[in-house]
Protein backbone atom coordinates (compact mmCIF):
# COMPACT_ATOMS: atom_id res chain seq x y z
CA UNK A 1 0.00 0.00 0.00
CA UNK A 2 1.26 3.54 -0.75
CA UNK A 3 -1.11 6.45 -0.68
CA UNK A 4 0.23 9.49 -2.29
CA UNK A 5 -0.83 13.31 -2.13
CA UNK A 6 0.52 14.92 -5.43
CA UNK A 7 0.89 19.04 -5.33
CA UNK A 8 -3.29 18.99 -4.12
CA UNK A 9 -4.98 22.12 -3.67
CA UNK A 10 -8.36 22.57 -2.85
CA UNK A 11 -10.37 26.01 -3.31
CA UNK A 12 -13.85 26.34 -1.87
CA UNK A 13 -15.35 28.91 -3.78
CA UNK A 14 -16.13 31.74 -2.43
CA UNK A 15 -19.55 33.05 -0.63
CA UNK A 16 -20.87 36.63 -2.51
CA UNK A 17 -18.56 38.79 -2.40
CA UNK A 18 -15.37 37.50 -0.27
CA UNK A 19 -12.31 35.74 -2.32
CA UNK A 20 -12.13 32.12 -2.32
CA UNK A 21 -10.69 30.53 0.64
CA UNK A 22 -8.16 28.07 0.02
CA UNK A 23 -8.34 25.37 2.26
CA UNK A 24 -5.42 23.12 1.46
CA UNK A 25 -2.53 24.46 -0.80
CA UNK A 26 0.04 22.07 -2.68
CA UNK A 27 -0.05 19.35 -0.40
CA UNK A 28 2.66 16.67 -0.63
CA UNK A 29 2.02 13.98 1.09
CA UNK A 30 3.25 10.07 1.27
CA UNK A 31 1.81 7.18 3.58
CA UNK A 32 3.75 4.26 3.03
CA UNK A 33 2.66 0.58 4.38
CA UNK A 34 1.89 0.10 7.98
CA UNK A 35 2.46 3.94 8.85
CA UNK A 36 1.25 6.02 11.45
CA UNK A 37 0.55 9.60 9.50
CA UNK A 38 -0.89 11.87 12.24
CA UNK A 39 -2.34 15.65 11.09
CA UNK A 40 -2.19 18.30 13.77
CA UNK A 41 -2.64 21.82 13.72
CA UNK A 42 -4.59 25.23 14.96
CA UNK A 43 -8.42 24.84 13.92
CA UNK A 44 -8.67 25.95 9.83
CA UNK A 45 -5.52 24.29 9.05
CA UNK A 46 -7.28 21.66 6.82
CA UNK A 47 -6.87 18.39 8.40
CA UNK A 48 -10.31 17.85 8.03
CA UNK A 49 -10.38 18.83 4.39
CA UNK A 50 -7.34 16.61 3.85
CA UNK A 51 -8.60 13.45 5.13
CA UNK A 52 -12.13 14.20 2.74
CA UNK A 53 -9.80 14.35 0.09
CA UNK A 54 -7.81 11.22 0.80
CA UNK A 55 -11.44 9.30 1.65
CA UNK A 56 -12.31 10.73 -1.44
CA UNK A 57 -15.61 12.59 -0.30
CA UNK A 58 -14.11 15.44 -1.51
CA UNK A 59 -12.07 16.27 -4.96
CA UNK A 60 -9.15 18.21 -4.81
CA UNK A 61 -9.04 21.17 -7.31
CA UNK A 62 -6.11 20.26 -8.24
CA UNK A 63 -3.45 17.71 -8.43
CA UNK A 64 -3.85 13.93 -7.49
CA UNK A 65 -4.58 11.79 -4.48
CA UNK A 66 -3.03 7.76 -5.73
CA UNK A 67 -3.44 4.45 -4.11
CA UNK A 68 -1.17 2.11 -5.12
CA UNK A 69 -1.11 4.27 -8.39
CA UNK A 70 -4.61 4.24 -9.05
CA UNK A 71 -6.62 7.24 -8.97
CA UNK A 72 -8.55 8.07 -6.03
CA UNK A 73 -11.99 9.07 -7.30
CA UNK A 74 -14.41 8.80 -4.59
CA UNK A 75 -14.82 6.85 -1.13
CA UNK A 76 -14.29 3.38 -0.91
CA UNK A 77 -13.96 0.78 1.35
CA UNK A 78 -10.48 0.59 0.62
CA UNK A 79 -10.16 3.93 2.89
CA UNK A 80 -12.42 3.71 5.48
CA UNK A 81 -13.12 5.64 8.20
CA UNK A 82 -13.60 6.65 11.76
CA UNK A 83 -15.64 9.39 13.08
CA UNK A 84 -15.39 11.43 15.74
CA UNK A 85 -18.79 11.37 16.95
CA UNK A 86 -18.18 7.25 16.38
CA UNK A 87 -21.60 7.45 13.78
CA UNK A 88 -23.14 3.92 14.41
CA UNK A 89 -26.30 2.51 13.04
CA UNK A 90 -28.67 2.02 15.95
CA UNK A 91 -30.80 0.15 14.47
CA UNK A 92 -28.07 -2.51 14.36
CA UNK A 93 -26.16 -4.59 17.54
CA UNK A 94 -22.84 -4.15 18.07
CA UNK A 95 -22.05 -7.32 15.63
CA UNK A 96 -24.49 -6.16 12.99
CA UNK A 97 -22.49 -2.69 13.29
CA UNK A 98 -19.12 -4.20 12.73
CA UNK A 99 -20.15 -6.42 9.88
CA UNK A 100 -22.08 -3.68 8.21
CA UNK A 101 -19.44 -2.91 5.63
CA UNK A 102 -19.12 -6.78 4.64
CA UNK A 103 -22.91 -6.96 4.27
CA UNK A 104 -22.39 -4.19 2.04
CA UNK A 105 -19.85 -5.90 -0.21
CA UNK A 106 -22.28 -8.72 -0.31
CA UNK A 107 -20.32 -10.88 2.10
CA UNK A 108 -22.39 -13.95 3.25
CA UNK A 109 -23.74 -13.91 6.49
CA UNK A 110 -22.04 -16.61 8.37
CA UNK A 111 -18.74 -15.42 6.34
CA UNK A 112 -19.49 -11.83 7.47
CA UNK A 113 -19.97 -12.22 11.06
CA UNK A 114 -16.82 -14.93 11.29
CA UNK A 115 -14.27 -11.81 9.99
CA UNK A 116 -16.08 -9.46 12.13
CA UNK A 117 -16.23 -11.28 15.85
CA UNK A 118 -11.89 -11.55 14.73
CA UNK A 119 -12.23 -7.63 15.33
CA UNK A 120 -14.92 -7.81 18.07
CA UNK A 121 -12.21 -9.96 20.00
CA UNK A 122 -9.81 -8.01 18.76
CA UNK A 123 -11.46 -4.15 20.72
CA UNK A 124 -12.03 -6.73 23.65
CA UNK A 125 -15.76 -6.45 22.56
CA UNK A 126 -16.65 -10.28 22.91
CA UNK A 127 -19.44 -9.45 25.39
CA UNK A 128 -21.31 -7.13 24.37
CA UNK A 129 -21.67 -8.65 20.35
CA UNK A 130 -25.46 -8.71 20.85
CA UNK A 131 -25.87 -5.67 22.52
CA UNK A 132 -27.87 -1.94 21.69
CA UNK A 133 -25.06 0.36 20.69
CA UNK A 134 -26.76 3.31 22.17
CA UNK A 135 -26.45 1.42 25.46
CA UNK A 136 -22.71 1.76 25.63
CA UNK A 137 -20.19 4.11 27.11
CA UNK A 138 -18.63 6.62 24.24
CA UNK A 139 -15.21 4.53 24.56
CA UNK A 140 -16.94 1.38 23.83
CA UNK A 141 -19.24 3.20 21.31
CA UNK A 142 -15.71 4.07 19.27
CA UNK A 143 -14.14 0.62 20.04
CA UNK A 144 -17.17 -0.42 17.82
CA UNK A 145 -16.37 2.18 15.13
CA UNK A 146 -12.82 0.88 14.83
CA UNK A 147 -13.90 -2.50 14.69
CA UNK A 148 -16.79 -1.62 12.06
CA UNK A 149 -13.78 0.47 10.34
CA UNK A 150 -11.29 -2.78 9.89
CA UNK A 151 -13.59 -5.23 9.20
CA UNK A 152 -13.78 -3.89 5.87
CA UNK A 153 -9.95 -4.90 5.52
CA UNK A 154 -8.76 -1.28 4.29
CA UNK A 155 -5.61 -0.62 3.15
CA UNK A 156 -5.58 2.40 4.69
CA UNK A 157 -7.71 3.21 7.86
CA UNK A 158 -8.89 7.31 8.16
CA UNK A 159 -9.22 8.29 11.61
CA UNK A 160 -11.14 11.76 12.04
CA UNK A 161 -10.10 12.85 15.98
CA UNK A 162 -11.70 9.68 17.07
CA UNK A 163 -10.57 9.65 20.45
CA UNK A 164 -11.48 13.63 20.82
CA UNK A 165 -15.45 12.96 22.30
CA UNK A 166 -13.99 10.61 24.80
CA UNK A 167 -12.99 11.70 28.78
CA UNK A 168 -9.18 12.14 29.55
CA UNK A 169 -8.40 8.98 31.11
CA UNK A 170 -10.73 6.56 28.54
CA UNK A 171 -8.75 8.22 25.88
CA UNK A 172 -5.18 7.13 27.05
CA UNK A 173 -6.05 3.72 27.24
CA UNK A 174 -8.17 3.79 23.69
CA UNK A 175 -4.41 5.16 22.24
CA UNK A 176 -2.74 2.56 24.20
CA UNK A 177 -5.28 -0.15 22.39
CA UNK A 178 -5.36 1.35 19.21
CA UNK A 179 -1.32 1.44 19.06
CA UNK A 180 -1.84 -2.77 19.70
CA UNK A 181 -4.68 -2.69 17.30
CA UNK A 182 -2.28 -1.20 14.72
CA UNK A 183 0.81 -3.99 15.30
CA UNK A 184 -1.56 -6.59 15.51
CA UNK A 185 -3.31 -5.49 11.99
CA UNK A 186 -0.24 -3.54 10.63
CA UNK A 187 -3.06 -1.58 8.87
CA UNK A 188 -1.65 2.03 7.61
CA UNK A 189 -3.07 4.84 9.60
CA UNK A 190 -4.05 8.34 8.72
CA UNK A 191 -5.05 10.01 11.83
CA UNK A 192 -6.54 13.80 13.06
CA UNK A 193 -6.37 14.97 16.31
CA UNK A 194 -6.33 18.13 18.27
CA UNK A 195 -4.08 16.86 21.24
CA UNK A 196 0.08 17.54 20.36
CA UNK A 197 0.66 14.03 23.76
CA UNK A 198 -1.40 12.15 21.38
CA UNK A 199 0.23 13.44 18.03
CA UNK A 200 3.33 12.96 19.02
CA UNK A 201 2.71 9.16 20.96
CA UNK A 202 0.70 7.70 18.50
CA UNK A 203 2.26 8.37 14.66
CA UNK A 204 5.43 7.91 13.34
CA UNK A 205 5.06 10.71 11.07
CA UNK A 206 3.66 13.43 11.97
CA UNK A 207 2.33 16.44 10.05
CA UNK A 208 1.92 19.96 11.40
CA UNK A 209 -0.67 21.96 9.42
CA UNK A 210 -1.15 25.51 9.25
CA UNK A 211 -3.71 27.84 8.27
CA UNK A 212 -4.60 30.55 5.67
CA UNK A 213 -4.07 28.65 3.37
CA UNK A 214 -3.80 25.14 4.51
CA UNK A 215 -0.42 23.62 4.08
CA UNK A 216 1.84 21.25 5.67
CA UNK A 217 4.50 23.75 7.63
CA UNK A 218 6.53 21.02 9.49
CA UNK A 219 7.18 17.35 9.17
CA UNK A 220 8.36 14.96 12.01
CA UNK A 221 9.53 11.43 12.41
CA UNK A 222 8.01 10.21 15.42
CA UNK A 223 9.80 7.10 17.60
CA UNK A 224 7.48 6.89 20.36
CA UNK A 225 5.05 4.79 19.10
CA UNK A 226 7.65 1.91 18.82
CA UNK A 227 9.34 2.57 22.47
CA UNK A 228 5.80 2.18 23.16
CA UNK A 229 5.07 -1.59 21.09
CA UNK A 230 8.12 -2.56 22.63
CA UNK A 231 7.52 -2.23 26.39
CA UNK A 232 8.36 1.10 27.73
CA UNK A 233 4.79 2.08 29.48
CA UNK A 234 2.79 4.96 27.71
CA UNK A 235 3.53 7.18 31.12
CA UNK A 236 7.46 6.46 30.89
CA UNK A 237 7.43 7.31 26.96
CA UNK A 238 5.19 10.53 27.62
CA UNK A 239 7.54 11.56 30.41
CA UNK A 240 10.64 11.04 28.64
CA UNK A 241 12.64 14.41 27.76
CA UNK A 242 12.81 13.47 24.09
CA UNK A 243 9.02 13.63 24.21
CA UNK A 244 8.66 16.61 26.25
CA UNK A 245 11.08 18.59 23.78
CA UNK A 246 9.21 18.13 20.50
CA UNK A 247 5.88 18.50 22.54
CA UNK A 248 6.98 21.96 23.38
CA UNK A 249 8.39 22.55 19.96
CA UNK A 250 5.18 21.41 18.15
CA UNK A 251 3.21 23.41 20.77
CA UNK A 252 5.30 26.31 20.01
CA UNK A 253 4.64 26.18 16.37
CA UNK A 254 0.23 25.57 17.21
CA UNK A 255 0.29 28.23 19.51
CA UNK A 256 1.93 30.70 16.45
CA UNK A 257 -1.08 29.99 14.14
CA UNK A 258 -3.34 30.31 16.86
CA UNK A 259 -2.28 33.44 18.06
CA UNK A 260 -2.95 35.32 14.50
CA UNK A 261 -6.37 34.35 14.60
CA UNK B 1 -40.73 24.65 65.19
CA UNK B 2 -38.19 22.40 63.40
CA UNK B 3 -36.63 23.00 59.76
CA UNK B 4 -38.99 20.34 57.48
CA UNK B 5 -41.88 23.21 58.76
CA UNK B 6 -40.16 26.22 58.79
CA UNK B 7 -39.42 25.16 54.67
CA UNK B 8 -43.48 24.01 54.09
CA UNK B 9 -43.96 27.54 55.68
CA UNK B 10 -41.78 29.45 53.38
CA UNK B 11 -43.12 27.64 50.35
CA UNK B 12 -46.94 28.29 51.87
CA UNK B 13 -45.97 32.04 52.03
CA UNK B 14 -44.48 31.76 48.13
CA UNK B 15 -48.70 30.92 47.13
CA UNK B 16 -49.22 29.12 43.53
CA UNK B 17 -47.34 31.88 41.37
CA UNK B 18 -44.07 31.36 43.76
CA UNK B 19 -44.45 27.24 42.54
CA UNK B 20 -45.30 28.01 39.51
CA UNK B 21 -42.20 30.62 39.04
CA UNK B 22 -39.50 28.61 40.97
CA UNK B 23 -38.68 24.70 40.53
CA UNK B 24 -38.31 22.24 43.97
CA UNK B 25 -35.23 20.74 44.54
CA UNK B 26 -35.59 17.24 43.24
CA UNK B 27 -35.31 13.88 45.58
CA UNK B 28 -32.60 11.36 44.57
CA UNK B 29 -32.63 9.79 41.01
CA UNK B 30 -34.27 12.93 39.45
CA UNK B 31 -33.29 15.54 37.25
CA UNK B 32 -33.33 18.89 38.42
CA UNK B 33 -35.63 21.40 36.22
CA UNK B 34 -36.53 18.91 33.49
CA UNK B 35 -39.72 20.08 32.04
CA UNK B 36 -42.73 18.90 32.39
CA UNK B 37 -41.45 15.88 34.71
CA UNK B 38 -43.64 14.16 37.03
CA UNK B 39 -46.01 11.55 37.16
CA UNK B 40 -49.71 12.03 35.44
CA UNK B 41 -51.44 9.29 35.44
CA UNK B 42 -53.86 10.07 39.08
CA UNK B 43 -54.57 13.58 37.91
CA UNK B 44 -55.09 12.39 34.58
CA UNK B 45 -57.56 10.04 35.59
CA UNK B 46 -58.75 12.32 38.24
CA UNK B 47 -59.38 14.98 35.28
CA UNK B 48 -61.98 12.69 33.16
CA UNK B 49 -63.40 11.07 36.68
CA UNK B 50 -64.35 14.97 37.59
CA UNK B 51 -65.70 15.81 33.89
CA UNK B 52 -67.86 12.64 34.09
CA UNK B 53 -68.95 13.48 37.59
CA UNK B 54 -69.97 16.87 36.46
CA UNK B 55 -71.61 15.80 33.26
CA UNK B 56 -73.67 13.66 35.46
CA UNK B 57 -74.51 16.23 38.05
CA UNK B 58 -75.22 18.96 35.68
CA UNK B 59 -78.12 16.47 33.75
CA UNK B 60 -79.32 15.14 37.18
CA UNK B 61 -79.90 18.41 38.49
CA UNK B 62 -81.40 19.58 35.30
CA UNK B 63 -79.46 22.57 34.41
CA UNK B 64 -79.27 21.73 30.80
CA UNK B 65 -82.35 20.04 28.83
CA UNK B 66 -81.38 16.88 27.70
CA UNK B 67 -81.92 17.67 24.40
CA UNK B 68 -78.87 19.25 24.28
CA UNK B 69 -76.75 17.04 26.53
CA UNK B 70 -78.83 13.78 27.53
CA UNK B 71 -77.14 12.42 30.87
CA UNK B 72 -74.47 9.94 30.65
CA UNK B 73 -76.77 7.02 31.71
CA UNK B 74 -79.27 8.49 28.47
CA UNK B 75 -76.11 7.66 26.61
CA UNK B 76 -75.42 4.50 27.55
CA UNK B 77 -78.94 3.69 27.01
CA UNK B 78 -78.58 4.57 23.81
CA UNK B 79 -75.18 2.67 23.24
CA UNK B 80 -77.21 -0.46 24.81
CA UNK B 81 -80.61 -0.10 22.64
CA UNK B 82 -78.61 0.57 19.10
CA UNK B 83 -75.91 -2.30 20.06
CA UNK B 84 -79.22 -4.62 20.29
CA UNK B 85 -81.37 -3.27 17.88
CA UNK B 86 -79.35 -1.63 15.31
CA UNK B 87 -79.48 2.09 13.81
CA UNK B 88 -81.79 2.57 10.97
CA UNK B 89 -81.83 -1.09 10.24
CA UNK B 90 -77.90 -2.05 10.43
CA UNK B 91 -76.57 -3.05 13.28
CA UNK B 92 -74.24 -0.81 15.46
CA UNK B 93 -70.81 -3.53 14.72
CA UNK B 94 -71.33 -2.98 11.16
CA UNK B 95 -71.32 0.93 11.09
CA UNK B 96 -68.43 0.30 13.38
CA UNK B 97 -67.00 -2.16 10.69
CA UNK B 98 -68.00 0.05 7.19
CA UNK B 99 -66.37 3.47 9.04
CA UNK B 100 -63.14 1.52 9.91
CA UNK B 101 -62.71 -0.50 6.76
CA UNK B 102 -63.03 3.07 5.01
CA UNK B 103 -60.24 4.51 7.32
CA UNK B 104 -57.95 1.49 6.87
CA UNK B 105 -58.53 1.56 2.91
CA UNK B 106 -57.72 5.04 2.61
CA UNK B 107 -55.06 4.80 5.11
CA UNK B 108 -53.10 2.22 3.63
CA UNK B 109 -53.35 3.39 0.01
CA UNK B 110 -52.17 6.75 1.26
CA UNK B 111 -49.25 5.07 2.71
CA UNK B 112 -48.83 2.92 -0.04
CA UNK B 113 -48.16 5.97 -2.12
CA UNK B 114 -47.48 8.71 0.63
CA UNK B 115 -44.37 7.54 2.10
CA UNK B 116 -42.47 6.87 -1.38
CA UNK B 117 -43.63 10.04 -2.71
CA UNK B 118 -42.58 11.70 1.11
CA UNK B 119 -39.10 9.76 0.27
CA UNK B 120 -38.50 10.60 -3.06
CA UNK B 121 -39.03 14.57 -1.68
CA UNK B 122 -36.64 14.52 0.77
CA UNK B 123 -34.53 12.43 -1.62
CA UNK B 124 -34.48 14.04 -4.88
CA UNK B 125 -34.98 17.75 -6.24
CA UNK B 126 -36.73 16.86 -9.18
CA UNK B 127 -39.52 15.63 -6.83
CA UNK B 128 -39.35 18.19 -4.69
CA UNK B 129 -39.46 20.40 -7.13
CA UNK B 130 -42.46 18.66 -8.84
CA UNK B 131 -44.95 17.66 -5.87
CA UNK B 132 -44.11 19.64 -3.04
CA UNK B 133 -45.98 22.95 -4.50
CA UNK B 134 -48.95 20.64 -5.11
CA UNK B 135 -48.72 18.76 -1.20
CA UNK B 136 -48.35 22.36 -0.15
CA UNK B 137 -51.51 24.18 -1.90
CA UNK B 138 -53.83 21.47 -1.56
CA UNK B 139 -52.67 21.05 2.34
CA UNK B 140 -54.36 23.65 3.97
CA UNK B 141 -57.98 23.37 2.09
CA UNK B 142 -60.52 22.07 4.87
CA UNK B 143 -61.52 18.58 3.03
CA UNK B 144 -64.99 19.93 3.42
CA UNK B 145 -64.19 22.73 0.67
CA UNK B 146 -63.42 19.99 -1.76
CA UNK B 147 -66.17 17.33 -1.38
CA UNK B 148 -68.01 18.43 -3.50
CA UNK B 149 -65.37 18.34 -6.35
CA UNK B 150 -65.20 14.83 -5.38
CA UNK B 151 -68.80 14.01 -5.45
CA UNK B 152 -68.77 15.54 -9.24
CA UNK B 153 -65.72 13.50 -10.21
CA UNK B 154 -66.28 10.41 -8.48
CA UNK B 155 -69.81 9.90 -7.82
CA UNK B 156 -71.54 9.27 -4.61
CA UNK B 157 -70.46 5.67 -3.77
CA UNK B 158 -67.30 4.73 -1.85
CA UNK B 159 -64.82 6.05 -4.17
CA UNK B 160 -65.29 9.72 -3.25
CA UNK B 161 -65.38 8.67 0.25
CA UNK B 162 -62.60 6.51 0.42
CA UNK B 163 -60.64 9.10 -1.37
CA UNK B 164 -61.39 12.48 0.66
CA UNK B 165 -60.36 10.32 3.96
CA UNK B 166 -57.19 9.27 2.07
CA UNK B 167 -56.14 12.80 0.75
CA UNK B 168 -56.50 14.69 4.81
CA UNK B 169 -54.31 11.85 5.15
CA UNK B 170 -52.13 11.65 2.51
CA UNK B 171 -50.40 15.31 3.05
CA UNK B 172 -49.40 14.95 6.58
CA UNK B 173 -47.91 11.19 5.41
CA UNK B 174 -45.98 12.76 2.61
CA UNK B 175 -44.49 15.97 4.64
CA UNK B 176 -43.43 13.61 7.66
CA UNK B 177 -41.78 11.09 5.77
CA UNK B 178 -39.95 14.18 3.05
CA UNK B 179 -38.33 15.52 6.59
CA UNK B 180 -37.32 11.67 7.69
CA UNK B 181 -35.05 11.42 5.13
CA UNK B 182 -32.66 14.16 7.30
CA UNK B 183 -32.43 12.26 9.99
CA UNK B 184 -29.21 10.12 8.89
CA UNK B 185 -26.70 11.97 10.38
CA UNK B 186 -23.94 12.62 7.51
CA UNK B 187 -21.37 10.94 9.13
CA UNK B 188 -23.73 7.86 8.93
CA UNK B 189 -24.03 8.33 5.31
CA UNK B 190 -19.99 8.95 4.98
CA UNK B 191 -19.50 5.78 7.26
CA UNK B 192 -21.50 3.45 4.78
CA UNK B 193 -19.93 5.05 1.33
CA UNK B 194 -16.54 4.79 2.99
CA UNK B 195 -17.40 1.02 3.52
CA UNK B 196 -18.06 0.40 -0.15
CA UNK B 197 -21.61 1.51 -0.28
CA UNK B 198 -23.24 2.47 -3.30
CA UNK B 199 -25.90 5.55 -3.48
CA UNK B 200 -28.77 2.78 -3.50
CA UNK B 201 -27.65 0.33 -0.60
CA UNK B 202 -26.99 4.49 1.38
CA UNK B 203 -30.76 4.74 0.51
CA UNK B 204 -31.79 1.42 1.47
CA UNK B 205 -29.59 0.76 4.50
CA UNK B 206 -28.91 3.96 6.30
CA UNK B 207 -31.63 7.10 5.07
CA UNK B 208 -34.67 4.19 5.71
CA UNK B 209 -33.89 2.87 8.30
CA UNK B 210 -33.20 6.27 9.97
CA UNK B 211 -36.16 7.65 8.81
CA UNK B 212 -38.16 4.61 9.69
CA UNK B 213 -39.07 6.76 13.36
CA UNK B 214 -40.63 10.26 11.61
CA UNK B 215 -42.76 7.99 9.05
CA UNK B 216 -44.16 5.94 11.63
CA UNK B 217 -45.00 9.61 13.58
CA UNK B 218 -46.11 10.48 10.16
CA UNK B 219 -48.60 7.67 9.66
CA UNK B 220 -49.59 8.39 13.77
CA UNK B 221 -50.45 12.09 12.10
CA UNK B 222 -51.71 10.84 8.84
CA UNK B 223 -54.03 8.52 10.96
CA UNK B 224 -55.45 11.42 13.32
CA UNK B 225 -56.52 13.34 10.23
CA UNK B 226 -58.16 10.90 8.53
CA UNK B 227 -60.44 10.28 11.45
CA UNK B 228 -61.12 13.74 11.79
CA UNK B 229 -62.61 13.61 7.79
CA UNK B 230 -64.59 10.78 8.25
CA UNK B 231 -67.85 12.57 9.68
CA UNK B 232 -67.26 15.06 6.34
CA UNK B 233 -66.91 11.85 3.78
CA UNK B 234 -69.83 10.09 5.27
CA UNK B 235 -72.08 13.37 5.12
CA UNK B 236 -73.49 12.50 1.58
CA UNK B 237 -75.58 9.02 0.60
CA UNK B 238 -74.31 7.29 3.13
CA UNK B 239 -76.73 4.63 4.43
CA UNK B 240 -74.01 3.35 7.03
CA UNK B 241 -70.68 3.97 8.97
CA UNK B 242 -70.26 6.15 12.77
CA UNK B 243 -70.01 9.18 10.63
CA UNK B 244 -73.44 8.62 8.85
CA UNK B 245 -74.91 7.59 12.52
CA UNK B 246 -73.94 10.95 13.86
CA UNK B 247 -74.85 13.00 11.56
CA UNK B 248 -78.65 11.38 11.00
CA UNK B 249 -78.81 11.07 15.05
CA UNK B 250 -78.70 14.87 14.83
CA UNK B 251 -81.55 15.53 12.39
CA UNK B 252 -83.49 13.81 14.63
CA UNK B 253 -82.27 15.28 17.53
CA UNK B 254 -81.16 12.25 19.26
CA UNK B 255 -78.32 14.07 21.10
CA UNK B 256 -77.70 10.67 23.00
CA UNK B 257 -76.60 8.76 20.10
CA UNK B 258 -74.66 11.60 18.58
CA UNK B 259 -72.32 11.80 22.00
CA UNK B 260 -72.11 7.79 21.82
CA UNK B 261 -70.97 7.95 18.28
CA UNK B 262 -68.29 10.69 19.09
CA UNK B 263 -67.15 8.53 21.73
CA UNK B 264 -67.20 5.65 19.84
CA UNK B 265 -64.79 7.54 17.02
CA UNK B 266 -62.35 8.76 19.87
CA UNK B 267 -62.44 5.65 21.30
CA UNK B 268 -60.97 3.66 17.78
CA UNK B 269 -58.85 6.64 16.91
CA UNK B 270 -56.73 5.81 20.48
CA UNK B 271 -57.17 2.05 19.09
CA UNK B 272 -55.27 3.02 15.90
CA UNK B 273 -53.08 5.36 17.56
CA UNK B 274 -51.90 3.05 19.90
CA UNK B 275 -51.60 0.28 17.72
CA UNK B 276 -49.13 2.42 15.71
CA UNK B 277 -47.36 3.55 18.82
CA UNK B 278 -46.87 -0.38 19.32
CA UNK B 279 -45.49 -0.52 16.33
CA UNK B 280 -42.87 2.11 17.12
CA UNK B 281 -41.79 0.78 20.23
CA UNK B 282 -41.19 -2.65 18.34
CA UNK B 283 -39.85 -1.73 15.12
CA UNK B 284 -37.28 1.58 16.87
CA UNK B 285 -36.53 0.74 20.27
CA UNK B 286 -33.52 3.87 19.54
CA UNK B 287 -35.81 6.30 18.64
CA UNK B 288 -34.50 9.58 21.00
CA UNK B 289 -31.85 7.23 22.29
CA UNK B 290 -29.31 8.59 20.00
Known amino acids: MRLQIEDASVVFPAPKGAAPTEALQNIQLTINDGE???AIGASGCGKSTLLNLIAGFLAPTSGDI?????????????????FQNHALLPWLNVQENVAFGLMLQGV??????????RFIDLLGLQNFKKASTYNLSGGMQQRVGIARALACDPK?????EPLGALDALTRERAQELILRVWEDTGKSVFFITHSVEEALFMGTQLIVMSPRPGRI??????????????????RSVKASQEFIALREKVLDIIFSDQEML | MNDTAKTSNASRRLGLLGRLSRSRPTQPGETYGVPGSGETRYLSAATVIGMLFAWWLITTLGWVAPLFLPSPQAVIHAFITISENGFTNTPLWQHVLVSSARMLVAFFFACLFGIPLGLAIGMSSVARGMFHPLIELYRPIPPLAYLPLMIIWFGIGETSKVLLIYLSCFAPIVLGCSAGVRSASIEQIHAAYSFGATRWQVLRHVILQAALPEILTAMRIGIGFGWTTLVAAELVASREGIGYMVLTASKFLQTGVVIMGIIIIAAIAY????????????????????
Open chain 1, 108 to 117: SKAKRYEISD
Open chain 1, 217 to 234: AHRFDLPFSRQFLQGTPA
Open chain 1, 36 to 38: FVV
Open chain 1, 156 to 160: LLLMD
Open chain 2, 271 to 290: LFDWAIRYLEHRLVPWKGKV
Open chain 1, 66 to 82: LLDSDLVQGPGAERSVV
